[in-house]
């Protein structure tokens, strides 16, 4: 069922909502909710105005965490047309992740409506502006009002919409990142492969003090021997050894504690395609530091729905810190966005079917 908002914003409504489009704020008029109970499985799927929730102080997911989300991206391609990038992988994960925590699992032919209804009814949001795309968040939360320590037998998903640009801003600049050695993101056999709220809650304090410090992002090692290198912030990171022919690509395999990133399949599939190899195994941060230092290492990026590929410049440790090439954006590190952003814009053959068409709904005249 589709309930759109009775008077849409105008075109100068809309630019004035988005004139600042830091990341998540510049949200669209429409998200989807559909909910789901023991006695009717998933029903009530709507498109409706965005606005406020009324929760009961005591409903599950703000007690016991149960709540697993999403991101991902439609993009504007340069004759009009609007693709939803991967939508398919991201239906899986988030059943994935509804599994870890004993959610019911959308099916992925529902969550694949609700991004065709939003995106058909609010790409006229996304500018032209190429730098400029339209993130939509699916969030999954247990909604049954109860204080009793079991899962839910009530949940409500929602899918939202912003637009956004990169998420460190235009021109997706090296950042430079800390390395903690007293916090831990997640073990084996935790949380760390599913995309839950509690993961990113208890990633703040870190990543608060990381940026104290004057860097941008901090780098997980693993909890036990706080050696091999897991994940930047929320972000799967990549590891470029060699230059020219014979550069290849490394990044850490999935332990279970690590997010199998959407974006992070994409490159291990297109970087072999573009002649540069790609392996999943450890990296210690020792070997990161002694490859920069031999020249061995060349290049490293970090990449993720919000951050796209996002290069790395520097590192901090407690014992000094390090610059990776000559702290700008490497060759290869460039070739891959330029690949991917460009399959993602319809600028590249999308040999891969990694784009998702989604055709406007009637507006409204004047909107």
Same mark, same amino acid.
Not at 80 to 93: I, N
Not at 213 to 235: A, N, S
């Given at each position: 069922?589709?309930?759109?908002?009775?008077?849409?914003?105008?075109?100068?409504?809309?630019?004035?909502?988005?004139?600042?489009?830091?990341?998540?704020?510049?949200?669209?008029? *429409?998200?989807?909710?559909?909910?789901?109970?023991?006695?009717?499985?998933?029903?009530?799927?709507?498109? &409706?105005?965005?606005?406020?929730?009324?929760?009961?102080?005591?409903?599950?997911?703000?007690?016991?965490?149960?709540?697993?989300?999403?991101?991902?991206?439609?993009?504007?391609?340069?004759?009009?047309?609007? /693709?939803?990038?991967?939508?398919?992988? *991201?239906?899986?994960?988030?059943?994935?992740?509804?599994?870890?925590?004993?959610?019911?699992?959308?099916?992925?032919?529902?969550?694949?409506?609700?991004?065709?209804?939003?995106?058909? &009814?609010? &790409?006229?949001?996304?500018?032209?502006?190429? &730098?400029?795309?339209?993130?939509?968040?699916?969030?999954?939360?247990?909604? +049954?009002?109860?204080?009793?320590?079991?899962?839910?037998?009530?949940?409500?998903?929602?899918?939202?919409?912003?637009?956004?640009?990169?998420?460190?801003?235009?021109?997706?600049?090296?950042?430079?990142?800390?390395?903690?050695?007293?916090?831990? #993101?997640?073990?084996?056999?935790?949380?760390?492969?599913?995309?839950?709220?509690?993961?990113?809650?208890?990633?703040?304090?870190?990543?608060?003090?990381?940026?104290?410090? /004057?860097?941008?992002?901090?780098?997980?090692?693993?909890?036990? $021997?706080?050696?091999?290198?897991?994940?930047?912030?929320?972000?799967?990171?990549?590891?470029?050894?060699?230059?020219?022919?014979?550069?290849?690509?490394?990044?850490?395999?999935?332990?279970?504690?690590?997010?199998?990133?959407?974006?992070?399949?994409?490159?291990?599939?297109?970087?072999?395609?573009?002649?540069?190899?790609?392996? +999943? #195994?450890?990296?210690?941060? $020792?070997?990161?530091?002694?490859?920069?230092?031999?020249?061995?290492?060349?290049?490293?990026?970090?990449?993720?729905?919000?951050?796209?590929?996002?290069?790395? @410049?520097?590192?901090?440790?407690?014992? @000094?810190?390090?610059?990776? /090439?000559?702290?700008?954006?490497?060759?290869?590190?460039?070739?891959?966005?330029?690949?991917?952003?460009?399959?993602?814009? /319809?600028?590249?053959?999308?040999?891969?079917?990694?784009? #998702?068409?989604?055709?406007?709904?009637?507006?409204?005249?004047?909107?």
């Amino acid at each position: 069922m589709s309930k759109p908002v009775a008077r849409p914003l105008t075109p100068s409504e809309r630019a004035e909502r988005t004139a600042s489009t830091a990341f998540g704020s510049a949200f669209t008029e *429409h998200l989807v909710s559909i909910r789901w109970s023991e006695e009717q499985g998933w029903h009530d799927a709507e498109l &409706q105005p965005y606005g406020p929730l009324l929760l009961d102080p005591a409903t599950v997911g703000l007690h016991y965490g149960q709540v697993v989300f999403e991101g991902l991206k439609a993009f504007r391609s340069a004759n009009g047309r609007v /693709g939803v990038f991967r939508p398919e992988a *991201h239906a899986r994960r988030l059943q994935s992740s509804a599994r870890r925590l004993m959610m019911p699992e959308l099916p992925e032919e529902l969550f694949l409506d609700a991004v065709d209804a939003l995106v058909a &009814q609010d &790409q006229h949001w996304i500018p032209d502006d190429p &730098q400029m795309s339209l993130y939509l968040r699916p969030v999954l939360f247990a909604s +049954e009002v109860t204080l009793a320590l079991r899962p839910a037998r009530a949940y409500h998903f929602l899918l939202m919409a912003f637009v956004t640009e990169g998420y460190f801003g235009p021109g997706q600049r090296p950042v430079r990142v800390q390395v903690t050695d007293t916090y831990s #993101r997640a073990a084996a056999g935790g949380t760390g492969a599913a995309k839950c709220a509690g993961n990113y809650a208890g990633s703040l304090l870190p990543q608060a003090a990381a940026q104290e410090e /004057g860097y941008d992002q901090v780098v997980w090692l693993d909890p036990v $021997e706080r050696r091999w290198v897991e994940e930047l912030g929320g972000m799967n990171l990549f590891f470029v050894y060699g230059s020219g022919r014979d550069a290849r690509l490394v990044t850490p395999p999935l332990s279970g504690s690590l997010l199998a990133g959407v974006t992070r399949d994409a490159l291990l599939r297109l970087a072999p395609a573009l002649g540069v190899p790609a392996a +999943e #195994r450890p990296v210690s941060l $020792e070997d990161w530091r002694s490859g920069c230092a031999s020249g061995e290492l060349t290049e490293v990026f970090a990449c993720g729905t919000a951050a796209r590929i996002t290069p790395v @410049g520097e590192v901090g440790t407690a014992d @000094g810190s390090w610059t990776i /090439g000559d702290g700008t954006t490497g060759e290869v590190t460039a070739r891959l966005s330029d690949a991917l952003f460009g399959i993602q814009r /319809g600028e590249l053959p999308d040999r891969y079917s990694w784009m #998702r068409p989604v055709e406007p709904a009637p507006q409204p005249a004047g909107t």
